[in-house]
Structures are given as structure tokens and as C-alpha cells.
């Protein structure tokens, strides 16, 4: 994990949106945006509202199957990556991945901590869990009794920006 610069604690899917909102506004051609959290913590979501930010009227699914999906109709190309089904980095050369990284667009990569060494200096990463707080103390769960996180449980996002 590289240096933290911000902690931000998201309570819900619209604080997911501003967030990603004011975040696509600063977004610039080459800028790289490395998701690295646990299954279902809103890396597509994020993703979606960015994109919809830069003014991509696409729909943004998930490209599970697919590692990549270009939208090309915003205000920046979006190139939107989930290498979660990778099983190896040369799978990206294959791919051309190059292109993108280095390209005019942004990239967003979901899962990007299976494909470390391959991010570019200036990646910007966000590390995205589930909020730990005890009971009592506003939303959150108790971990120390063995409850798992469900979907409106609070995000605390890290970011090395
Ligand atoms: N604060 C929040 N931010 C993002 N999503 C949230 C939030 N609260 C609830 N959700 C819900 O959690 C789910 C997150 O799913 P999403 O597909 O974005 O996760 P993911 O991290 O991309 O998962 P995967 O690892 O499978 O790709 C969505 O159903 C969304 O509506
Ligand atoms: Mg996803």
C-alpha cells in the first residue's frame, strides 16, 4: 500500500456519488484510477458515476468477462478494466493494455492490486473497505461478533492522492 493522503467515509450510495462525481471533474487525459477493494464495495459504482460525470450516457456494466470496456462518447475516453478474472499479467500484454495506460483517456481498474506492478507511477489508488465502527457508534458492524458486511454498511475510502 503506498502513502494515504485521505481518509473519506462514505455512508451511502449517493456520498459514493459525489465523491465520484468531484473526482471525474479532475480527471485528465493518461490519469489512471486503481480500485482495490473487497467484492461488492462499489468499485463499479464508483466507476459508473464517474463516467456519468464525464458525460458517458452508455450504460457501465461490469466487464468481468471481458477485462475491458471502452466509452468513447464522454468528455474523455473511459477505459474501464476488471482484472479480477486475469490469471496472469501477460494476459494484459495480449490485450494491449499499453495502449490504454499510456493512451489520451482514463483508465479505471477494478481489482488493480492483482496487477501492481504493471501501474504507472503516477496511478492513483483508491483502497476501499467496509467502515469497522462498533454498534452504538452510527452505522457499522460488530466484526468482533462475526457479522459480515451487508450492502448499505458504510465504505471508508483511502486514497494516495
Ligand atoms: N456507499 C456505497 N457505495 C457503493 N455502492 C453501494 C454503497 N452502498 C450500497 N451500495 C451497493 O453495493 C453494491 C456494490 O456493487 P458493485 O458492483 O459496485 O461492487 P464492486 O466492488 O464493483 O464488486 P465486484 O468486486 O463484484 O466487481 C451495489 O449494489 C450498490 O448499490
Ligand atoms: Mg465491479
Redesign the pocket.
Known sequence: MKEIKREIR????Y??RQFGEALARELKPGDILA?V????????????YIARELGIMQAIT?P?FTIICEYTDGRLPLYHF?V?RLNSADEMLELGYEEYFFGDGVCII??ADKIEELLPENTKTIY?TYDEKKPGEGPGRDYAKGAAPD?????VYRCDF
Open positions: 462514505i455512508n451511502s450510495e456520498e459514493t480500485l477493494g473487497d467484492l461488492g464495495t462499489g468499485k463499479t459504482t464508483l466507476t459508473k461490469s468481468t476488471d479480477y477494478e481489482w476501499i450492502a448499505q454498511q458504510s465504505r
